[in-house]
């Protein structure tokens, strides 16, 4: 079974703060990536890996930065947290590049005061 | 612009009768279509897939139509069971190999 971990299933920070959010998978998958999900938007990507140190944007990358040091770690950073940066989000890993399932950790619900 | 629409948030189903989830996209050129389901303070979980190259695939009581000249895809669930009320997604991949997701429905089933 893929298991895919996140960090902290909920986490509270102050506007300004600087947020790390780490995701870790244990299937040796190539990709990995990054959503958010708010009511009534569904699942919108911000960031995607396809390989150690290589990043790519995705639809709502502002305000947000990615690392992949190692090919099992993806971590998404805020530089500088904002209440509209509250949301739950989802870590993902597929095994390849093409039309692979994605497997999806518990979530981190994110609240910024 | 939303390439893939779930109109409904909300669908409510009576024990053992059929939930009917829709979906529509709107680029013909998508070919490969998943539906996730989520729990409350969980992760989306695989459900099943479709590639265009069908019309319909079943997996025990999950069965999911593709109509392509409609660009319509729906998710049947017979019978429906308490235990699957939760958000459920479809999502397809676009043609830069990223996957869009529609906005959710939200199903409950009903003792």
């Known amino acids: 079974d893929v298991k895919v971990t996140q960090s902290s299933r909920y986490l509270v920070k102050r506007t300004g703060e600087k947020v790390f959010l780490e995701c870790v998978q244990d299937?040796?998958?190539?990709?990995m990536f990054w959503y958010r999900q708010d009511p009534g938007l569904g699942l919108r990507l911000i960031y995607f890996s396809y390989d150690v140190k290589m990043k790519e944007k995705g639809d709502i990358p502002e305000g947000y930065s990615v690392s992949r040091e190692k090919k099992e770690r993806f971590s998404l950073i805020l530089e500088s947290a904002s209440t509209n940066q509250t949301s739950m989000y989802l870590c993902?890993?597929?095994?390849?590049?093409?039309?692979?399932?994605?497997?999806f950790g518990p979530g981190t619900r994110l609240t910024v005061l | 612009d939303q390439q893939v629409k779930q109109n409904s948030p909300s669908l409510s189903v009576q024990e053992g009768r059929i939930s009917i989830l829709n979906c529509d996209y709107t680029n013909s050129m998508f070919d490969y279509f998943l539906w996730y389901k989520k729990y409350p303070a969980e992760g989306p979980t695989f459900l099943i897939s479709?590639?265009?190259?069908?019309d319909k695939n079943e997996d025990g009581r999950f069965t999911v139509f593709l109509n392509k000249s409609a660009k319509h895809l729906s998710l049947h669930i017979v019978p429906s069971q308490p235990g699957d009320s939760a958000v459920y997604f479809c999502?397809?991949?676009?043609?830069?190999?990223?996957?869009?997701f529609g906005q959710g429905t939200e199903l409950s089933v009903k003792p």
């Open positions: 479709i590639s265009s190259i069908k």
């Open positions: 999502a397809s991949y676009n043609q830069g190999g990223k996957l869009i």
């Open positions: 299937m040796d998958h190539e990709n």
């Open positions: 993902a890993s597929s095994l390849s590049r093409a039309q692979d399932t994605q497997y």
